[in-house]
């Protein structure tokens, strides 16, 4: 397996203001996405973060209110911009591995809670 | 499109009695791979076991089995002497090509399982 760790865990913040998630995978790294899981719904895919170079956003998903940096091979950040109450989720980073190209694993989440 | 379905939003099971948890799919890519994941209260995602669609036989891990159908595209878990800390919901998730190298997962909704002492 591997170890994916996120930070924040969770975290209450206020209207308007944003809030930045990092993920770091102990690992090489095929590829990196963000999930958001809205309370008592399924996972969705925000974008695939592509190292270099802008992520691939899915579609409800913008740039704007979702940037996504990938500086390297097995980190990333998502930061939540202007927040409002409908952005309280668990924000999931996923990676695939080179050493286990038939897997994807998750990072432990980050609980957003937005007042 | 692709598209996975489960419909049971929640099961039941007695210790050390065996569930099956359903999952179907819907993809017309010929190469795919299907996940199955565990998420307690917690809110982690644990991975459980994989079957990629070219594989000839029902991928096993531990208590835990893949029962791979794939002319009826299903690919439904089965939990063997199920424990009380199996108490969580279940994904049944598909990886599918996004564009050259790229991937991407699909969820279905999940299925609740409750383990009854």
């Known amino acids: 397996s591997a170890v994916i760790s996120q930070k924040p865990s969770r975290d209450i913040c206020q209207r308007g203001t944003s809030l930045t998630i990092q993920c770091q995978v102990d690992?090489?790294?095929?590829?990196m996405f963000w999930y958001r899981q809205q309370p008592g719904q399924s996972l969705t895919l925000i974008a695939t973060?592509?190292?270099?170079?802008?992520?691939?956003?899915e579609s409800g998903f913008v740039i704007d209110k979702f940037p996504i940096s990938r500086p390297n091979l097995t980190f990333s950040t998502l930061t939540v911009s202007n927040m409002s109450p409908e952005d309280s989720s668990i924000y999931l980073c996923?990676?695939?591995?080179?050493?286990?190209?038939?897997?994807?694993?998750f990072g432990p989440g980050t609980r957003l809670t937005v007042l | 499109a692709q598209k996975i379905t489960q419909t049971q939003p929640g099961m039941f099971v007695q210790e050390k009695e065996a569930v099956t948890l359903d999952c179907t799919y819907d993809?017309?890519?010929?190469?795919?791979?299907l996940f199955w994941y565990k998420q307690p209260s917690s809110g982690e995602m644990i991975f459980l076991i994989y079957?990629?669609?070219?594989?000839?036989q029902n991928a096993t891990e531990g208590r835990y089995s893949l029962n791979f159908q794939k002319a009826r595209k299903s690919a439904n878990l089965v939990i063997s002497a199920s424990q009380l800390g199996d108490s969580a919901m279940y994904f049944c998730?598909?990886?599918?090509?996004?564009?050259?190298?790229?991937?991407?997962?699909?969820f279905g909704k999940g299925t609740l399982l409750t383990v009854n002492p």
């Open positions: 996923s990676a695939g591995l080179e050493r286990l190209p038939d897997t994807q694993y």
């Open positions: 690992s090489q790294v095929t590829m």
């Open positions: 973060a592509n190292q270099g170079s802008e992520a691939t956003y």
């Open positions: 993809t017309s890519d010929p190469s795919y791979g």
């Open positions: 079957q990629g669609s070219y594989d000839q």
């Open positions: 998730a598909m990886r599918v090509a996004s564009g050259g190298s790229n991937y991407k997962l699909t």
